[in-house]
């Protein structure tokens, strides 16, 4: 979740308790904590979007945004 575009997506719309609860239970999350706590919220304010530059695999960059869906 937190090398991958949609997965920083994802937290970064989270509220803030959540994505510290999700981010919480993730093993071996402590490298990219800061990626997805810090820069990916950041990110999506600023750009509408989050990015992950090779950090889920070394020839893979993407784009993601995350998408609301309104229940009825």
Do not use: Y
Not at 39 to 68: I, M, N, T
């Amino acid at each position: 979740m937190l090398p991958s575009g949609m997965g920083r997506a994802w937290l970064a719309a989270a509220p803030p308790v959540l994505r510290r609860r999700v981010i919480a239970q993730i093993p071996g999350a402590s490298r990219l904590t800061s990626l997805a706590i810090d820069q990916a919220p950041r990110a999506l304010q600023r750009h509408g979007s989050c990015v992950s530059r090779r950090d889920w695999r070394p020839d893979v960059h993407a784009v993601a945004v995350p998408v609301e869906v309104e229940q009825d």
